[in-house]
């Protein structure tokens, strides 16, 4: 395996320009739940974009003023942003901008004839309903948290409530709250209400793992061109099973396999092309002592080391073809951006770009994550690995050296070669820091354009939304790939409040800034679908 490594220090020569306290106030809870058309909207609003994004994050980071160890800990907060136009709500483009007469924003977007419906509501599972109503922390953490009392209180208790924090997705007719270690909860999608834990008609059991990152194959030939949702699970320990399904559009399991791999396996994440599942096995130990003893969480008690190499796993789709191990170099990878299989005179290639840090994330359970030192943290960085399939060799290249996380792309390059990618990434070139900027790489050209919401916003994930009457995707030079929007809900410090703001793919020029009359605090993932849900029940 060969590798180009990132050059960079990570102490950064340009000043991050982020105020701390600004940083901060972003993760105080929101006990809130409302839902209102908003009215205060800057720029007018796409006209064809039209459907609902569903977000997913901690928005409760203490109970009762006793706060979570990590925000990883907090319960799941789903927000909706329903677009629509005007005529299919509750008003006229005239009456939605009456009550602002002094232009500052109204409903309608400016002129676009659109307007915009938003929920939030806290998905209220029974380790939620649990803590509200005793007033205080009764769970302990998978980041860290532990309930009040010590480590005598901690102590064998291996309880861990199903938070229903890292994800939303809307499939087969069924709206669900994911987390990566337990089934998903379903909720309505019209109101958000939580109708309890879902198990996928008998697939899973209550406990059972089931992934918070599914991907959707786009319609390759090994689906006959119709779109798959995948996900997964894993169980585990000195070996670890991983389990893959891959479900029909109205939610039919289409197929189901089930793996076992050497060692402990933390999987996190996932990319799939035409014929394979990839997956990264960081070169982790888990040592449960402490956990079981009540000195740490599951996920503070995780060790990279450094001396070994990286698995990358080959799943084959086919479950009767066996699974192949590549090593590269020792990274910890959270999130992928893509993968893709290329075919050449000279050998089969696998291509995998995602996101690696030199080390695995974690921190002191003696230290306040408000109080993170960023400079003592190693950045993820996007690279690109080239597996030759033929000879096992892996070639690693860094393709942005800048801090970056939450890569996205346009939905039908999954699996395919991708020429755009947008994410998250600092406001200072080099160096750690809170995510403030989106930046779209071209990865055939090596072009960069950066917006960045610095000094007082901070991001969360971007979404690429393409154009729903955008051209075909199968003239690459015409480089129709970025013909759609980035939607990303920023934190603003200035209003404590967060705004969500709709670029232009092409150039990342802002169009539209939804302003919202409360904070979100900063998220995880989420996912948008041309269904404009929430409106039956919604007062103009």
């Not at 058309?37 to 459907?51: C, F, Y």
């Not at 000195?295 to 190499?309: H, S, V």
């Not at 690109?384 to 346009?410: K, M, N, W, Y």
Request: with cysteine; net charge negative.
């Amino acid at each position: 395996m060969t590798s180009t490594l990132n050059p960079s220090p990570n102490q950064s020569s340009t000043p991050n320009r982020f105020s701390r306290d600004d940083w901060q106030r972003g993760y105080q809870s929101q006990r809130t739940e409302d839902a209102y058309w908003v009215e205060d909207i800057d720029g007018e609003l796409p006209a064809d974009l039209t459907g609902t994004l569903f977000r997913n994050g901690p928005g409760q980071l203490d109970v009762n003023g006793q706060p979570f160890q990590h925000p990883f800990d907090g319960d799941g907060m789903i927000s909706a942003f329903t677009f629509t136009k005007a005529e299919t709500g509750t008003g006229t483009r005239a009456d939605a901008g009456a009550e602002d007469s002094n232009g500052s924003g109204n409903g309608s977007g400016n002129g676009s004839g659109n307007r915009v419906y938003f929920r939030n509501r806290f998905v209220r599972t029974p380790g939620f309903i649990a803590e509200q109503d005793a007033g205080k922390i009764l769970y302990r953490g998978v980041f860290g948290t532990q309930k009040p009392g010590g480590m005598l209180a901690n102590l064998f208790d291996i309880r861990i409530k199903n938070i229903a924090n890292t994800n939303v997705r809307y499939w087969g007719d069924k709206l669900m709250a994911l987390w990566e270690a337990a089934e998903p909860f379903r909720l309505d999608p019209q109101t958000l209400e939580t109708k309890g834990p879902e198990y996928l008609d008998g697939l899973l059991k209550p406990g059972q793992a089931f992934s918070a990152h599914p991907r959707v194959d786009p319609g390759s030939p090994r689906t006959g061109g119709k779109r798959r949702l995948i996900n997964f699970g894993v169980d585990a320990g000195l070996s670890s099973t991983i389990s893959i399904y891959e479900f029909e559009e109205d939610g039919s399991l289409a197929q189901q396999q089930s793996r076992t791999v050497p060692g402990f396996a933390f999987l996190h994440d996932f990319a799939i092309t035409e014929n394979y599942y990839v997956f990264f096995q960081n070169p982790v130990s888990l040592n449960p002592i402490p956990f079981v003893m009540g000195l740490k969480g599951a996920g503070q008690c995780i060790n990279l080391d450094e001396k070994k190499a990286t698995q990358i796993l080959l799943i084959p789709r086919d479950p009767d073809q066996p699974v192949r191990s590549l090593d590269t170099d020792s990274c910890f990878v959270f999130h992928h951006a893509n993968a893709f299989e290329l075919s050449h005179a000279d050998g089969d290639k696998l291509i995998i770009d995602s996101i690696c840090y030199a080390n695995y994330p974690s921190l002191d359970p003696s230290i306040d994550f408000l109080e993170v030192d960023f400079g003592g943290v190693d950045p993820g960085q996007l690279f690109r690995l080239e597996a030759d399939l033929s000879t096992g060799e892996v070639t690693r290249t860094c393709i942005e050296s800048r801090a970056c996380e939450f890569p996205c792309q346009h939905p039908d390059t999954v699996g395919k070669p991708a020429r755009f990618y947008y994410m998250g990434v600092t406001d200072a070139p080099t160096g750690n820091a809170p995510l403030q900027a989106i930046m779209k790489v071209d990865v055939d050209s090596g072009d960069r354009k950066i917006h960045s919401f610095a000094p007082r916003g901070f991001i969360n994930e971007p979404l690429f939304i393409p154009r729903p009457s955008g051209t075909s995707l199968s003239d690459r030079d015409n480089n129709r790939e970025d013909d759609g929007w980035v939607l990303v809900l920023i934190y603003n410090a200035e209003r404590h409040a967060s705004d969500l703001v709709i670029l232009a793919a092409e150039d990342l020029s802002e169009i539209a800034r939804v302003k919202l009359k409360q904070h979100i605090p900063y998220g995880l993932h989420g996912s948008f679908v041309p269904e404009t849900f929430g409106l039956e029940s919604s007062n103009s």
